[in-house]
């Protein structure tokens, strides 16, 4: 069985996950991923309904496949299995405590991002479109929070908080309240509808600033 053939048996089990690039660096060495700031877009084998001892002889034949094919592939198949899911804060809160919050205790200019199972979720970071299906849902441009592997907080870009009280609030919960191995970044990201460049916020910031 030639490559191709070998490639062709298994490139349905590709997924995409989003971790922390710094903290993964030796998993990372060696491995095909790219990088979205400092989060890595890796791709991984889902084996779980297929057998295990052939999947593990297939894995070599990743080596001389171009990442383009593998992370079109993953990409595919992850946004099939788990499309990406945007919910207000709001929605979000009421489902779990199955009441309606009031209208004037709302927090609208603030949603989630994650995949029906709420398990890996931030990897929707990666998807095809994700940038501008939040815009049209949140109605413009926003800060993207990094909130941990499994689910990205995305803010309105409204005015009302600086980047630095962003960033200081990230930090602060990252320290107190997500484990290690849900850990994901202490960045704090920005997607302007405009010029539909996602970057830094810091980075935005400056380049926003240079303009006027």
């Known amino acids: 069985m030639n490559v191709n053939n070998i490639y062709d048996s298994i490139k349905d089990l590709l997924e995409v996950n989003a971790i922390s690039e710094k903290y993964n660096r030796d998993v990372l060495a060696g491995t095909k991923y790219r990088v979205l700031g400092d989060i890595a877009i890796v791709y991984f ?9 052939e999947v593990m002889k297939a894995i070599p034949v990743l080596n001389a496949i171009s990442i383009k094919q593998i992370e079109n592939d993953a ?3 992850s946004m099939t299995r ?7 804060m709001d929605s979000e809160i009421e489902s779990i405590i199955g009441i309606s919050i009031p209208k004037d205790e709302a927090t609208s200019e603030m ?15 990666a998807y095809p479109g994700f940038f501008e299906q939040a815009a049209a849902t949140i109605g413009g441009s926003y800060y993207v ?5 499994h689910e990205l907080i995305l803010l ?9 009280e962003l960033q200081n609030t990230v930090r602060e919960i990252n320290e107190t309240e ?8 202490n960045e704090v990201y920005h997607y302007d509808v405009n ?3 996602f970057e830094n916020a810091s980075a935005y910031y400056n380049r926003i600033n240079r303009l006027s």
């Open 156 to 164: 309105a870009d409204d005015g009302t908080l600086t980047v630095e």
């Open 75 to 77: 990409l595919l198949n």
């Open 178 to 185: 997500v484990s290690e191995s849900d850990f994901l970044s």
């Open 45 to 53: 084998i889902n084996a779980d309904n297929r057998d295990l001892g």
């Open 145 to 149: 929070i990094p909130s941990s592997i």
């Open 82 to 88: 788990n499309p990406a899911v945007i919910k207000s």
């Open 111 to 125: 949603y989630i991002a994650s995949v029906p199972s709420k398990k890996f979720g931030a990897c929707v970071l």
């Open 195 to 197: 010029t539909k460049k």
